[in-house]
Structures are given as C-alpha cells and as structure tokens.
T-cell receptor, first 111, second 112 residues
Framework: GQQLNQSPQSMFIQEGEDVSMNCTSS?????WLWYKQDPGEGPVLLIA?????ELTSNGRLTAQFGITRKDSFLNISASIPSDVGIYFC???????????FGPGTRLSVLP | EAEVAQSPRYKITEKSQAVAFWCDPI?????LYWYRQILGQGPELLVQ????????DSQLPKDRFSAERLKGVDSTLKIQPAELGDSAMYLC??????????FGPGTRLTVL
C-alpha cells in the first residue's frame, strides 16, 4: 500500500530556533494535511494544502505542497516550548479517498 | 468551537473480554472515521462511514472488530474478544469536506 516517510524521525532544538521537517511519498497526492499530536491526545489539524506549489501559513507555521506532488514541508519559526509534540503528515491521492499518515516527527524544544 | 467527542478516554480490560468505544462527530459532518494508533506510529484507518453507510472497512479485522453508525450521527466501535495486540489509541475523526479531518481526543485501550 501507499506509505509516507517523514524526516527527521526526531529532533532536539533550542528555544527560538527555526525547524524544518518533510514528508515524502513514492505516490502522487492531491491533498496534504499536517497535524500536531500531544501525548495522550488526538492529532490537531495545523495546515491543509490542496494545490502543487501552494505555500500556506498559520502563525509561526508554514507548509508547502511540493511541486512534484510527492512531498510536503513544514517549517516552524522561532520555536517555543509548547511546540513540543509529534508532527504527522497525511496525504490523500484522490478526492474522497482515505488519508495515509506518516510515522511522525518528534520535536523536542530545549529551554 | 465544535469538537469530536469520544468516550471513554481510557479503558483497561482483560483479554477475551468485550470492549466498546463511542464517538460523536462534529455536528453536520457526514463522514466519520475510526483509526487505530500504535505507540510510536501514525494513525491507521480501520473504517470510514459516509452517513450511516460503510465506505471502507478493508483494514478492519472483521473477525473481532465491528463498527456501526445506525442513524448517521454517532458511532460505536466494538472489539470482541480483545487480544493483547489490540492495546493502542483508538481515534475517531470526522469531516464535512472529504479533504479535511478533525480528530477527537482518543480512547487509550490497554489489554491485560
């Protein structure tokens, strides 16, 4: 079946630093979603992308839909302690079909 | 802000027992999803409903799992009998538009 890869698997950064993570697939997707999950909670939708090349921001978060439609990127600027959590990407290749989730990137922010 | 509700939040059971999870989607959301998330992994779809109809249950272990959404609103996921390997977070999500999903807080199941 379809699989998504996320990189890096985990990262430790200093508070105030910028963060970049990506999600790649061997298949083409038409929609990308980025979620953040805190321990013991459900994922929270951060950003949705619907068009190749699209760049969308949500506060300090910026996500891009890759031109090849096989990847997506999430950037966090000026990280703060509450950014700690696991970030998941999810891709949908056809309208109405299921989303496939990546394995997640675990972010730790050091004070 | 409307949210997806799930209960219970935590469930501990012994193997071979039956368990049930409940989900109430955001009002007006016709599509409802049940996911299973094993620790350290991303969510994996178990079943998708469009109103009261099952759209996709290809990954649902039907010998022990069942799901229903009788009136097209809230939904129940059941496991009978539970096995040790069923320990996981069970997440419900709903969507009005098929290219967005909003998750509930999940039910953490521990099978002893």
């Amino acid at each position: 079946g379809q699989q998504l890869n996320q990189s890096p698997q985990s990262m430790f950064i200093q508070e105030g630093e910028d963060v970049s993570m990506n999600c790649t697939s061997s298949s083409i997707f038409n929609t990308w979603l980025w979620y953040k999950q805190d321990p013991g909670e459900g994922p929270v939708l951060l950003i949705a992308l619907y068009k190749a090349g699209e760049l969308t921001s949500n506060g300090r978060l910026t996500a891009q839909f890759g031109i090849t439609r096989k990847d997506s990127f999430l950037n966090i600027s000026a990280s703060i302690p509450s950014d700690v959590g696991i970030y998941f990407c999810a891709g949908q290749n056809n309208y109405g079909q299921n989303f496939v989730f990546g394995p997640g990137t675990r972010l730790s922010v050091l004070p | 802000e409307a949210e997806v509700a799930q209960s219970p939040r935590y469930k501990i059971t012994e193997k071979s027992q039956a368990v049930a999870f409940w989900c109430d989607p955001i009002s007006g959301h016709a599509t409802l999803y049940w996911y299973r998330q094993i620790l350290g992994q991303g969510p994996e779809l178990l079943v998708q409903f469009q109103d009261e109809s099952v759209v996709d249950d290809s990954q649902l272990p039907k010998d022990r799992f069942s799901a229903e959404r009788l009136k097209g609103v809230d939904s129940t996921l059941k496991i009978q009998p539970a096995e040790l390997g069923d320990s996981a977070m069970y997440l419900c999500a709903s969507s009005r538009l098929v290219h967005e999903q909003f998750f509930g807080p999940g039910t953490r199941l521990t099978v002893l």
